[in-house]
């Protein structure tokens, strides 16, 4: 049975992804203990525009390895596999080069110097150069990982392996000094990249017999036609998600940055579910689709939506009772500022995630221009809003223009996938059987 599988999947994500966020919200109260709030917001907005370059690097690969994988798995020709994921890393490290020259010599210092106001030392943004590589490549081999439901080591390489290098880097380097810097936060966490990136790549290729086929399936230059959309989408959505904090920045300051970074990341705690559903799920759906069985997948993304939804609750109720008190004794009491923001964010996920797994739906079924349209649209009314609402209403302003456009942009993906596939993906409990015809 598909759910069985998935249940196995879902059980070592929930339980490999948990640890790493566990380990991610202690790095981040260290770094809350041991930089200044300025230098904790300049790590936030810096963070964000470094995720924004790695998107740009693995140019939607990612996505393509997953489906490309799981859909040569389902139509039982796996030899086509290596020579994609050769031409896929191949294309990861050359554009890589690339863009790190360019943000290096031309762009970095221009962005968060004349933006942000952030004074970046050359070593440091050498460092955070190099984190643009790194991320890519981590990207790429988890995502190949994913396309092989391997999601334990998909899970460990993703969250829990950098994550807990970081910290134990962090630790050992404050036990030998009082002081910590943005720039040794970056180097340790280049560093920590660097050995999963290697790890994680060995045990790919242990996947991959070196007879398991050497003609080249697809060339790279229609690879990168089916990535075009895709990274124009990302691109996007990654700017709408940390689109608020760089607002934040922007029309006020670091410690406004702060404020709502630690707001952000306390809510990220409430993500794990959605991102384990999602990782999960993503190259079941993708399996169905190739084999157009559309009942099942409508079957499984309403389950799906609807176990994300029901944590999401209880996350939001939690916060409600518990924030204030969980942000004054976990991150200390200047933080306390982030509750409200905290419970408004929680309150209009919960309404988003009523629609599902929507836009994800869009994507395995090949509807990327329709995406692409609701992306831009959206995005447009967000900063709209914004800009209307942030005089009067400051943080809060940019906080509930984002949620609003969030649940817009996912009750419109929600439509048309219903109209263009005939899927309904919302939150919906009826269980139905899927058998599992996978290899």
């Not at 490999?16 to 640890?19: A, E, F, G, T, V």
């Not at 770094?31 to 930089?35: Q, T």
């Not at 525009?49 to 790695?54: A, G, N």
């Given at each position: 049975?598909?759910?069985?599988?998935l249940?196995r999947g879902?059980?070592?994500e929930?339980t490999?992804?948990?640890?790493g966020?566990?380990?991610?919200?202690g790095?981040?109260v260290i770094?809350?203990?041991?930089?200044q709030?300025?230098?904790?917001g300049?790590?936030?907005?810096?963070?964000g525009?470094?995720?924004?370059?790695?998107l740009?690097?693995?140019?939607?690969?990612s996505?393509v390895?997953?489906?490309r994988?799981a859909g040569y798995?389902?139509?039982k020709?796996?030899h086509?596999?290596?020579?994609?994921?050769l031409t896929?890393?191949?294309?990861?490290l050359?554009?890589?080069?690339?863009i790190?020259?360019?943000?290096?010599v031309?762009?970095g210092?221009s962005?968060?110097?004349n933006?942000?106001?952030l004074?970046?030392s050359?070593?440091?943004m050498?460092y955070?150069?190099?984190n643009i590589?790194a991320?890519?490549?981590?990207?790429l081999?988890v995502?190949c990982?994913?396309?092989f439901?391997?999601?334990p080591?998909a899970s460990?390489f993703a969250?829990l392996m950098?994550?807990?290098?970081?910290f134990l880097?962090?630790?050992?380097y404050l036990v030998n000094?009082?002081?910590?810097g943005?720039?040794?936060?970056f180097?340790?966490?280049l560093?920590?990249?660097?050995?999963t990136?290697l790890v994680?790549?060995m045990a790919?290729?242990?996947k991959?017999?070196?007879?398991?086929?050497n003609?080249?399936?697809?060339?790279?230059?229609s690879l990168l036609?089916?990535?075009t959309p895709?990274?124009i989408?990302h691109?996007v959505?990654l700017a709408?998600q940390?689109?608020a904090?760089?607002?934040?920045?922007f029309f006020?300051?670091?410690?406004?940055?702060?404020?709502?970074?630690v707001?952000?990341?306390?809510f990220?705690?409430?993500?794990?579910i959605?991102?384990v559903v999602s990782?999960?799920m993503?190259p079941?759906l993708v399996?169905?689709?190739?084999?157009?069985?559309l009942?099942?997948?409508q079957?499984?993304?309403?389950?799906m939506?609807?176990i994300?939804?029901v944590?999401?609750?209880?996350?939001f109720?939690?916060?409600?009772?518990?924030?204030e008190?969980?942000?004054?004794?976990v991150f200390g009491?200047?933080?306390?500022?982030?509750y409200?923001l905290l419970?408004?964010?929680?309150l209009?996920y919960v309404i988003?995630?009523?629609?599902?797994f929507?836009?994800?739906?869009?994507?395995?079924?090949?509807?990327?221009k329709?995406?692409?349209?609701?992306t831009?649209s959206?995005s447009?009314?967000?900063i709209l809003?914004?800009v209307?609402?942030?005089?009067?209403m400051?943080?809060?302003?940019?906080?509930l223009?984002?949620g609003?456009?969030?649940?817009l942009q996912?009750?419109w993906c929600?439509?048309?996938v219903?109209?263009?596939?005939?899927i309904?993906?919302?939150?919906?409990?009826?269980?139905?059987?899927?058998e599992?015809?996978?290899?």
């Open positions: 049975m598909i759910y069985s599988r249940l879902g059980i070592w929930i490999i992804r948990s640890l966020i566990g380990v991610l919200f790095t981040h770094l809350a203990k041991f930089l709030p300025e230098e904790l300049a790590y936030f907005i810096i963070t525009i470094l995720s924004l370059f790695v740009l690097n693995i140019f939607g690969l996505i390895a997953i489906n994988i798995r389902a139509t020709e796996e086509k596999i290596r020579p994609v994921i896929l890393l191949h294309f990861t050359l554009n890589g080069l690339i790190s020259v360019f943000f290096y031309f762009i210092e962005i968060f110097h933006i942000f106001n004074d970046i050359s070593p440091t050498f955070i150069t190099l590589v991320g890519a490549l981590i990207s081999i995502a990982h994913r396309g439901h391997d999601i080591r460990f969250v950098p994550q807990t290098l970081f880097a962090l630790l050992i000094s009082e002081t910590l943005i720039g040794d936060v180097l340790y966490f560093l920590a990249r660097i050995i990136i994680s790549a790919l290729r242990s991959l017999s070196p007879d398991s086929g003609n080249s399936s697809e060339s790279l230059s036609v089916v990535c895709i990274v989408i691109s959505s709408n940390q689109g904090l760089w607002l934040a920045g006020f300051d670091a410690n406004a940055a702060a404020i709502y970074g707001a952000l990341k306390v990220g705690v409430t993500m794990l959605y991102s990782s999960v993503w079941t399996e169905l689709y190739e084999q157009r069985n009942d099942g997948a079957s499984l993304s309403q389950v939506a609807s994300v939804s944590f999401a609750i209880i996350s109720i939690l916060f409600v009772l518990l924030g008190s969980m942000l004054a004794l009491d200047v933080y306390v500022q982030a409200g419970v408004v964010v929680s209009f988003q995630l009523y629609f599902g929507a836009s994800e739906i869009l994507f395995i079924t090949g509807h990327e329709a995406l692409l349209v609701i831009f959206t447009l009314i967000r809003l914004a209307a609402m942030i005089e009067s400051e943080l809060y302003g940019i906080v223009a984002w609003i456009g969030s649940v996912q009750a929600w439509c048309r219903k109209s263009l596939t005939k309904k993906c919302h939150a919906s409990y009826q269980y139905k059987a899927i599992d015809t996978s290899s």
